[in-house]
C-alpha cells in the first residue's frame, strides 16, 4: 500500500495488500509502473505475474493456512497434561496431580492431520481461494483507484493519509461482496473427515451453507475482517517510520555505493518484516474471533459476543491460537515484497537520472 511519485512526469510504483483479506502472499501486491513518462520507457509490466503467482503462492501456503485455521477453531483437541505438585506444608509431604488443558502445536495439528484425514486435507480450501483471488483483486483495485481520486481532492494528493484511506475503503467494500467465498473455504478448512471418507467440494459446501443458514450464513465473519483492515493501516505506519528511520541513520550516510544500496536493501527487508510482525501480532485476534464466528452450529453470534466469551471461558492466549503459522506465511512475503517494491523504486530513479 505504497506510491512515489518522480518528478512532475507522472510516473509512479505503487504497491497495494493482497485484497482477498483473509490471506497476504507475495501475489498480493501488485507493482505497477504508470506509462507516458521517459523515466518508464522501454519498461514493460506484466499483469500475469500477480495472478500467476498468486496461484502458486496459495497453493504452497495452503497446508500452513488449514493448520492455521485448526488451531483457531473451538473443537481444536485439546492436549491433556498433569503437573506433580507437593504440597510442603503437610507432615507427610503427600503429592498431588494438577490436570490442566494444553493447545497443540503447529506440528502436532500437521501429524494429526497427515495421520487421520491424508495429506490431501492439507489443500482443504484451495479451490475457493483459486476462484476468489481474481475477482477479489479486479474489485479492490476498481475501489482503490476511484477512492484516491476521491481523497486526492479532500487531503494533499498522494500522501500516506490518501493511501491510508483509499486502501481501508477499497478493502471495505471488497470484503463485503467476497465474505461468501472466504466463508466457504474456511467452512472446507475445518471440515474434519476420516481418511478415506469423501469430502465436500466447493459447490457441495455453499449449497450445503445455503440450505442450512441461507444467504446470511455467507456472510458470517464479516464484522471481523472489517476489524482486519486495521493490520494494513497499522503495517503500512509502522513501515513508513522505520524506512524514514533507516534514511535517517548515520550508518545510510556513512556508507558509500554498492555498499550503502545493500546496507539500504536488506534494512528495508527487515522492516517490512518487523511492521508486519508487529502488525500480525496486534491485529491478529480479529482472525480467531472470524473463524469461530463462520463455524458450523456455534454458539459464537456476533463480533463482541465472541470476544468476550472466547476470553472469558479460554483466556487471552486463545486469541493467538495459530499466530505461528500465520507468522510464517506472512512475513517472509511481505519482507520479500516490500523491499523488491524498494529496489524497483531505487531502480527507475537511477534509470531517470
Known amino acids: 500500500m505504497c506510491n512515489i511519485q518522480n518528478g512532475g512526469c507522472g510516473a509512479s ?35 500475469s505475474w500477480p495472478r500467476c503467482g498468486g496461484t502458486v503462492g ?36 503427600a503429592g498431588v496431580v494438577r490436570q490442566t488443558s494444553v493447545t497443540p502445536g503447529l506440528l502436532q495439528v500437521l501429524k494429526s ?36 481520486e476521491q481523497f486526492n481532492g479532500v487531503f ?38 476420516v481418511r478415506g471418507s469423501k469430502q465436500m467440494n466447493t459447490l457441495q459446501c455453499a449449497r450445503y451453507v445455503y440450505q442450512t443458514e441461507g444467504i446470511r450464513g455467507f456472510y458470517r465473519g464479516l464484522t471481523a475482517s472489517y476489524a482486519g483492515i486495521s493490520e494494513t493501516i497499522i503495517c503500512f505506519a509502522i513501515y513508513e517510520s522505520l524506512k524514514k528511520y533507516l534514511k535517517e541513520a548515520p550508518l545510510a550516510s556513512s556508507t558509500n555505493g ?26 491478529y485476534p480479529h482472525e480467531v474471533i472470524r473463524t469461530r464466528l463462520r463455524e458450523e452450529g456455534t454458539k459464537y453470534k456476533s463480533f463482541v459476543q465472541t470476544a468476550r466469551l472466547v476470553f472469558r471461558e479460554e483466556g487471552y492466549l486463545a486469541f493467538y491460537r495459530g499466530l505461528f503459522a500465520q507468522l510464517i506465511r506472512q512475513i517472509p512475503n511481505t519482507a520479500i515484497v516490500l523491499s523488491t517494491y524498494e529496489l524497483i523504486v531505487y531502480l527507475l530513479e537511477d534509470h531517470a537520472q
Open 113 to 148: 492431520i497427515l495421520e487421520k484425514e491424508g495429506p490431501k486435507s492439507l489443500f482443504r480450501g484451495l479451490g475457493p481461494n483459486l476462484v476468489g483471488v481474481a475477482p477479489s483483486r479486479a474489485v479492490y483495485f476498481a475501489c482503490y483507484s476511484k477512492a484516491k
Open 58 to 93: 496459495a497453493i504452497f501456503t495452503c497446508p500452513l493456512e488449514v493448520i492455521k485455521t485448526r488451531l483457531q477453531s473451538s473443537r481444536l483437541a485439546l492436549r491433556t497434561v498433569y503437573y506433580p505438585q507437593v504440597h510442603l506444608g503437610t507432615i507427610s509431604g
Open 258 to 283: 554498492t555498499e550503502k544500496n545493500s546496507t539500504n536493501f536488506f534494512g528495508l527487508m527487515a522492516a517490512a518484516a518487523l511492521s508486519k510482525g508487529c502488525a500480525s501480532c496486534v491485529a
Open 156 to 193: 494533499v494528493p498522494n500522501s500516506n493519509i490518501v493511501h491510508v484511506f483509499s486502501a481501508g475503503s477499497a478493502a471495505f467494500v471488497t470484503n463485503s461482496l467476497m465474505n461468501p467465498i472466504w466463508m466457504v473455504k474456511t467452512r472446507m478448512q475445518l471440515e474434519r473427515k
Open 13 to 47: 510504483v505503487a504497491c497495494h495488500p493482497h485484497p482477498g483479506g483473509d490471506q497476504l502472499a507475495v501475489s498480493g501486491y501488485l507493482l505497477s509502473v504508470s506509462a507516458g513518462c521517459p523515466l518508464t520507457s522501454g519498461i514493460r509490466v506484466d499483469n
